[in-house]
């Protein structure tokens, strides 16, 4: 089974500033990572897909990248919207899994 | 426009079932894998199981495995799960989900509902 390890688990940012998020997989494997943003009280909603693809309708500010055991959501210039937790998942192979989430806060 | 409505969650003892039900809408329901996450109250997301678009594929994690039981009926455009022996740590907001076969992704989420495992 593939295990995600999401880091860091929290981090404060201001507007305007250019955030990372970390995915490691436990095992290999090409591109089927998607990254999900979830605001508090709502449903995730999908950002990404296929490492760097981005959904319909998610602002470009948004990028992924990695492939392998490591993979990497980006937002370039954080804007207010953006505070949220986020989290990664792996779809190479059932059984699926998510990381632990990471919660952007305001600094 | 798609809609994924879930019903049946609710408070239940310890060893007691529960089933829960999602009405889906604005898409054809045929065409996609479907699939309940859930999140535990303060926690993160946790994938629970996924059924194939014409049933003749379930998968489970592992901890939810002989007690829980996922079907589908695309006559109903309609989604099941069965919870059978249910224990503290199941208390969660389970959601239904579109897995896109595609993009590999869950594109359309429904707004969950709460099942609460107490004494």
């Known amino acids: 089974d593939i295990q995600m390890t999401q880091s860091p688990s929290s981090v404060s940012a201001s507007v305007g500033d250019r955030v990372t998020i970390t995915c490691r997989a436990s095992q290999g494997f090409s591109k089927w990572l998607a990254w999900y943003q979830q605001k508090p009280g709502k449903a995730p909603k999908l950002l990404i897909y296929a490492a760097s693809s981005l959904q319909s309708g998610v602002p470009s500010r948004f990028s992924g990248s990695g492939s392998g055991t490591d993979f990497t959501l980006t937002i370039s210039s954080l804007q207010p919207e953006d505070f949220a937790t986020y989290y990664c998942q792996q779809a190479n192979s059932f059984p699926l899994a998510f990381g632990g989430g990471t919660k952007v806060e305001i600094k | 426009e798609v809609q994924l409505v879930e019903s049946g969650g609710g408070l239940v003892q310890p060893g007691g079932s529960l089933r829960l039900s999602c009405a889906a809408s604005?898409?054809?329901?045929?065409?996609?894998?479907m699939t309940w996450v859930r999140q535990a109250p303060g926690k993160g997301l946790e994938w629970v199981a996924t059924i194939k678009q014409d049933g003749s594929a379930k998968y489970y994690v592992d901890s939810v495995r002989g007690r829980f039981t996922i079907s589908r009926d695309n006559a109903k455009n309609s989604l099941y799960l069965q919870m059978n022996s249910l224990r503290a740590e199941d208390t969660a907001v389970y959601y239904c989900?579109?897995?896109?076969?595609?993009?590999?992704?869950?594109?359309?989420w429904g707004q969950g509902t709460l099942v609460t495992v107490s004494s």
């Open positions: 989900v579109t897995y896109s076969t595609s993009s590999r992704s869950f594109d359309y």
């Open positions: 604005g898409f054809t329901f045929s065409y996609y894998l």
